[in-house]
C-alpha cells in the first residue's frame, strides 16, 4: 500500500500532466471511455527534434488490462 505522501505526490504530477497537455488527456479519455480491449493494437511515435520520427506499437493482452485496472484505481 501506497503511503499518502507519495499518493499525493503522483496526484501532483497526474494534474500537472494534464494542464500541460489536455489534448492529449483529451484523447486518451476519449479513448479509454470506449474501452480498451484484448487485441486492440495501440500505436506511438515519438518524433525528435532534427531527428527521424520513431514508430512502434503493442498488441494489448489481457493482462496489459488488468495493469491498467490497477493503475485506475491506485489513481482514485
Known amino acids: 500500500m501506497m503511503n499518502p505522501a507519495s499518493i499525493m505526490k503522483i496526484m501532483n504530477a497526474k494534474n ?17 471511455s470506449a474501452g480498451i480491449i484484448e487485441d486492440t493494437v495501440i500505436e506511438i511515435t515519438v518524433t525528435r527534434p532534427g531527428e527521424t520520427p520513431i514508430t512502434t506499437n503493442m498488441k494489448v493482452k489481457q493482462s496489459d488490462l488488468d495493469l491498467l485496472n490497477e493503475l485506475k484505481d491506485i489513481a482514485n
Open 16 to 32: 500537472k500532466f494534464t494542464e500541460n497537455h489536455p489534448k492529449f488527456v483529451a484523447f486518451l479519455n476519449a479513448v479509454f
